[in-house]
């Protein structure tokens, strides 16, 4: 079955005339695919760790800005002594990252809680908005993509040219406030603030989309304008098939290949990306944590939400890698 | 014998004003092969993609009869158009490498050309898929039914090509330079191949080419297309006995044939090169290149016969054959 692995169209002939190996060569080509990059997902996530604990040492000294600005030189010593701090760099380092392995992050320094539950708190917020804000851009861009690509050169086509490059330019706090004043205020249809209900989630979604929409709409409108004029595109013309048939299946398939694996990491972007977006809608996910703690030299929690969004960005690339190979048969056979 | 497919005064044009074919006219019999021969620009593929319905967007076809089996070809909608390719009239491409779709399996790409003209099960349409593959000589079909294009030679996915060209039976296969694009022993399998399959399934091939040597082997009727147009139609045998118009001899001539080439004569070569044809020409377009031409030559020529099923486009008379170049 392996052969037919990923195949969305269901095709079921027989094993047995497929060489009869239940496991095909195609698996076997996968899973040394995800253990390669999985490989290097841990080395990226190392070399994050040690980046994120280096930059926040390197912010100052962290006794002093603990201890607060009237401390004396007597409560810094203690602030240093109390927080580990006056350990040599690596046994802080690797103090730090044991624990960090078994998802312990230690002591916020202002929320009075632990790293782990302020993250676990928040996280459900972020990813909401991420996949919301995904799911929107792919449910415009990818019809506005093949729309425009269908329609090359023509006043369609130029509008949606010129949509996607608006919506690259416009700032999205701007466009965060308009929409706030117009749904949220003149119409009143929306909520500005919040996070108690779903439809909290629908103007900061539209806002983040926005900031995928352009490239998703463009790879999109490329790769079928590309796949339209191929010459497997001819041979479904030649056979027949419906154009219904032409566009979604034989070329969409060719030309979803990049706009997959972009978006998944398009989504990483957001995930990490949302700070602004969060902050103007008060929005308390973990990009507005990171927001915070930076501002307070929380530094057990910025460490921890860069680690976290790195480790994200981390597995949303390999699942980007898994998709392409699933889409594109010539990756995943020999 | 009745004309399978009839194509009278086809004109396609590119964007309004690139005349890509200029009034090509040929009559495709049941049964037989018919060579449309030319050199690279001549609009030879455009010609077998014009009667497909297939151009590129910007290509503009009209003609004054271009009809299959008694269907009036121009007159049929896009749709109705899609429901006779693949069904009753096929085609194959120059470029095998490129022409299966990369993200689909071989037997996928095969069946849906059967359940789309009909229907059925999509069992049935393997099982129909991996019998042709066989029938053109491909091994264990059933395991190629499995793999995708780029697990395939190049002599491997024209079979497949052909295959799934024949998957509803169709009765005029056109094939644009099926060989092109294979070596040389591929080549002869393929062409071999597709006379069998001629006559195993009663098929009318279109074989659209720029070899002669093909044309000798294969073709039972020869269209030579120069710049557009139809310059000289005839049986293969008498085309090769007796060609009439300066073109067809300029690119007999070319043709190396061992025992007559002699050491020390040069083969023949036709000097320039294909004219750009704009909009308002007139006349014969050969005549900036050929060694017979006159001031008549700018003027509307007529299409003379040269003996049965034979006609040229030349303002030369049949018998010019002794005359001295001008």
């Known amino acids: 079955m392996g052969r037919q692995f990923g195949d969305t169209v269901a095709f079921a002939w027989p094993a047995r005339e497929c060489g009869g190996a239940l496991v095909g060569p195609g698996v076997l080509v996968m899973l040394r695919l995800i253990a390669r990059r999985l490989a290097i997902g841990v080395l990226v996530a190392f070399t994050v760790m040690t980046l994120a604990f280096l930059l926040t040492r390197l912010s100052g000294d962290l006794a002093i800005s603990i201890a607060g600005p009237s401390a004396t030189q007597a409560d810094v010593e203690i602030v240093r002594k109390a927080y580990g701090l006056d350990r040599p760099l690596y046994v802080q380092f690797f103090a730090w990252t044991g624990r960090a392995m078994v998802g312990d992050f230690g002591q916020s320094y202002f929320f009075k809680d632990s790293v782990a539950n302020l993250i676990q708190k928040r996280l459900p917020i972020t990813l909401t908005l991420g996949l919301v804000g995904l799911s929107l851009a792919l449910v415009i861009s990818i019809p506005l993509g093949i729309l425009a690509a269908l329609r090359e050169n023509t006043w369609i086509d130029r509008s949606v040219t010129l949509f996607t490059m608006v919506g690259q330019a416009v700032p999205s706090f701007w466009l965060a406030l308009i929409l706030m004043i117009v749904l949220g205020l003149q119409l009143g249809v929306l909520p500005i603030s919040g996070t108690g209900t779903w439809q909290h989630f629908v103007m900061p979604g539209i806002v983040l989309a926005f900031t995928a929409i352009p490239a998703l709409t463009r790879l999109t409108r490329s790769g079928m304008i590309e796949a339209m004029a191929s010459d497997y595109i001819r041979t479904a013309r030649a056979k027949g098939l419906s154009r219904a048939r032409i566009i979604f299946k034989h070329a969409l398939r060719n030309a979803a290949i990049p706009v997959v694996s972009i978006a998944a990491v398009q989504l990483g972007f957001m995930l990490g990306g949302s700070i602004v977006i969060e902050t103007v809608f008060a929005l308390h996910g973990v990009g507005y944590l990171g927001w915070e703690s930076i501002a307070k030299n929380d530094f057990p929690v910025v460490q921890a939400v860069v680690l976290v969004l790195a480790v994200f960005y981390i597995g949303l690339t390999l699942l980007a890698d898994i998709l392409n190979a699933l889409l594109d048969p010539r990756l995943r056979t020999g | 014998m009745s004309a399978l497919l009839e194509v009278e005064e086809l004109q396609v044009t590119f964007g309004g004003r690139t005349a890509a074919v200029r009034g090509a006219s040929f009559r495709v019999e049941k049964g037989e092969t018919h060579c449309l021969v030319g050199e690279s620009g001549c609009g030879k593929s455009v010609t077998a993609l014009a009667v497909m319905s297939l151009l590129?967007?910007?290509?503009?076809?009209?003609?004054?009869?271009?009809?299959?089996?008694?269907?009036?070809?121009?007159?049929?909608?896009?749709?109705?158009?899609?429901?006779?390719?693949?069904?009753?009239?096929?085609?194959?491409?120059?470029?095998?490498?490129?022409?299966?779709?990369?993200?689909?399996?071989?037997?996928?790409?095969?069946?849906?050309?059967?359940?789309?003209?009909?229907?059925?099960?999509?069992?049935?349409?393997?099982?129909?898929?991996?019998?042709?593959?066989?029938?053109?000589?491909?091994?264990?079909?059933?395991?190629?039914?499995?793999?995708?294009?780029?697990?395939?030679?190049?002599?491997?996915?024209?079979?497949?090509?052909?295959?799934?060209?024949?998957?509803?039976?169709?009765?005029?296969?056109?094939?644009?330079?099926?060989?092109?694009?294979?070596?040389?022993?591929?080549?002869?399998?393929?062409?071999?191949?597709?006379?069998?399959?001629?006559?195993?399934?009663?098929?009318?091939?279109?074989?659209?080419?720029?070899?002669?040597?093909?044309?000798?082997?294969?073709?039972?009727?020869?269209?030579?297309?120069?710049?557009?147009?139809?310059?000289?139609?005839?049986?293969?045998?008498?085309?090769?006995?007796?060609?009439?118009?300066?073109?067809?001899?300029?690119?007999?001539?070319?043709?190396?044939?061992?025992?007559?080439?002699?050491?020390?004569?040069?083969?023949?070569?036709?000097?320039?090169?294909?004219?750009?044809?704009?909009?308002?020409?007139?006349?014969?377009?050969?005549?900036?290149?050929?060694?017979?031409?006159?001031e008549t030559c700018t003027r509307a020529i007529p299409r003379r016969p040269a003996g049965d099923a034979h006609d040229y486009l030349c303002r030369l008379a049949p018998d010019w054959a002794e005359l001295q170049p001008a």
């Open chain 2, 56 to 294: 590129a967007r910007g290509g503009h076809r009209s003609a004054k009869r271009m009809s299959f089996a008694g269907t009036d070809l121009t007159s049929l909608s896009d749709r109705e158009m899609a429901r006779l390719r693949g069904n009753r009239m096929a085609m194959i491409f120059q470029e095998p490498m490129t022409s299966l779709n990369p993200a689909f399996t071989i037997g996928s790409q095969m069946a849906e050309v059967l359940t789309r003209h009909k229907g059925g099960s999509r069992a049935a349409a393997l099982d129909r898929a991996a019998e042709l593959m066989g029938r053109v000589g491909i091994t264990a079909p059933g395991m190629r039914l499995g793999q995708f294009p780029h697990q395939l030679s190049g002599g491997l996915r024209q079979r497949v090509m052909i295959a799934m060209a024949l998957m509803c039976d169709p009765e005029l296969l056109i094939a644009d330079e099926p060989t092109t694009a294979l070596d040389v022993t591929v080549q002869a399998q393929i062409l071999r191949l597709l006379a069998n399959l001629k006559r195993e399934f009663g098929l009318s091939i279109l074989l659209i080419t720029h070899d002669l040597g093909i044309v000798a082997r294969v073709a039972d009727h020869v269209s030579v297309m120069y710049a557009g147009e139809v310059v000289e139609r005839a049986t293969t045998a008498e085309l090769f006995r007796a060609p009439q118009h300066p073109y067809t001899r300029g690119l007999l001539s070319c043709v190396p044939v061992p025992g007559r080439v002699q050491r020390d004569k040069p083969l023949g070569s036709i000097p320039g090169v294909v004219p750009a044809i704009g909009a308002g020409f007139a006349g014969c377009a050969f005549r900036s290149r050929c060694a017979h031409a006159d």
